[in-house]
């Protein structure tokens, strides 16, 4: 079996690495920016591997050699937004800066922030960012920095379309990078061309291009079909759960809870996420 798992940040994905780690032993290779070419296309030439990859910084020359390859096996698990965006700041907290002030982390960016804050104040900031840059034009894209809050960076849909936009008139993909910006906006232009809603544009692109996909709250369907397709063979009852951020999440309830309004101005911002993650839920 040849697999490439596209492994989106604080989805599950560390619990399938585990596994998969444990299985395919030395066949087991983590995917990175600093993977040379001759690397890849070593490991690409065996009969059996399992290669995992946060894609963020991944050179789009080594990410379009996995997406040409027919004989591969391309796995994703998905997970709902506002979870995976208290999952962050979870971890940020169970891991403060220096700085820390108290209430919510998000990132290193506490260190600009001398006082304590909630959930909702790293929210509001990451959608302000992207509500900004989404309504620029082209080419103030390289102006607005997309690193810093999650949201961008660790986009779901923007890492599950490999950072690229496909157009099924010409059967072509153009490979945005690190422009977000740019990704979505002309994710939404082809989608409009193709006279197709932007959940059906995502739904068709995930269930093309991946023979596995899942969502975190459901991981053990999500591990049943893995082992059905005999990607995964060793699944224990009891499954691992690893660098989970709940008890910090519990610990700091309060400050977790995100305002309804907040939550529908995410979706009215950004609903690839929201689609995406019901893109990966079972048909």
């Given at each position: 079996m040849?697999?490439?798992?596209?492994?989106?940040?604080?989805?599950?994905?560390?619990?399938?690495?585990?596994?998969?780690?444990?299985?395919?032993?030395?066949?087991?290779?983590?995917?990175?920016?600093?993977?040379?070419?001759?690397?890849?296309?070593?490991?690409?030439?065996?009969?059996?591997?399992f290669?995992s990859?946060?894609?963020?910084?991944?050179?789009?020359?080594?990410?379009g050699?996995?997406?040409?390859?027919?004989?591969?096996?391309?796995?994703?698990?998905?997970?709902?937004?506002?979870?995976?965006?208290?999952?962050?700041?979870?971890?940020?907290?169970?891991?403060?800066?220096?700085?820390?002030?108290?209430?919510?982390?998000?990132g290193?960016?506490?260190?600009?922030?001398?006082?304590?804050?909630?959930i909702?104040?790293?929210?509001?900031?990451?959608?302000k960012?992207?509500?900004?840059?989404?309504?620029?034009?082209?080419?103030?894209?390289?102006?607005?920095?997309?690193?810093?809050?999650?949201?961008?960076?660790?986009?779901?849909?923007?890492?599950?379309?490999?950072?690229s936009?496909?157009?099924?008139?010409?059967?072509?993909?153009?490979?945005?990078g690190?422009?977000?910006?740019?990704h979505?906006?002309?994710?939404?232009?082809?989608?409009t061309?193709?006279?197709?809603t932007?959940?059906?544009?995502?739904?068709?692109?995930i269930?093309?291009?991946?023979?596995?996909?899942?969502i975190?709250?459901?991981?053990?369907?999500?591990?049943?079909k893995?082992?059905?397709?005999?990607?995964?063979?060793?699944?224990?009852?009891?499954?691992?759960?690893?660098?989970s951020?709940?008890?910090?999440?519990?610990?700091?309830?309060?400050?977790?809870?995100?305002?309804?309004?907040?939550l529908?101005?995410?979706f009215?911002?950004?609903?690839?996420?929201?689609?995406?993650?019901?893109?990966?839920?079972?048909?």
């Amino acid at each position: 079996m040849r697999v490439f798992f596209n492994h989106i940040a604080k989805c599950g994905g560390t619990t399938i690495n585990l596994l998969a780690k444990s299985e395919y032993k030395e066949n087991y290779h983590v995917l990175s920016p600093s993977t040379s070419i001759g690397e890849l296309t070593y490991w690409l030439s065996k009969k059996v591997f399992f290669i995992s990859s946060e894609i963020y910084g991944v050179s789009p020359s080594h990410l379009g050699l996995i997406m040409k390859d027919p004989n591969i096996t391309r796995i994703i698990l998905g997970r709902n937004p506002i979870s995976r965006f208290k999952s962050f700041c979870g971890h940020s907290a169970r891991n403060p800066t220096k700085k820390y002030a108290g209430g919510v982390e998000c990132g290193t960016n506490q260190v600009y922030i001398p006082q304590a804050v909630s959930i909702n104040f790293w929210l509001k900031a990451a959608l302000k960012k992207i509500e900004l840059g989404l309504n620029s034009s082209q080419a103030e894209y390289s102006f607005i920095d997309p690193t810093g809050l999650p949201i961008t960076i660790y986009s779901q849909w923007w890492l599950a379309s490999i950072q690229s936009v496909y157009d099924p008139n010409s059967k072509s993909s153009i490979f945005y990078g690190k422009n977000f910006f740019g990704h979505i906006c002309q994710t939404r232009k082809i989608a409009t061309s193709t006279r197709q809603t932007l959940p059906k544009y995502i739904s068709t692109y995930i269930r093309k291009f991946y023979q596995v996909y899942g969502i975190t709250e459901c991981m053990p369907d999500f591990l049943k079909k893995l082992e059905c397709l005999g990607v995964l063979s060793a699944i224990p009852e009891s499954i691992p759960k690893a660098n989970s951020s709940e008890e910090i999440q519990l610990k700091l309830k309060s400050s977790f809870e995100i305002d309804e309004i907040l939550l529908a101005d995410y979706f009215s911002i950004l609903p690839e996420e929201f689609f995406f993650y019901e893109a990966c839920m079972d048909p």
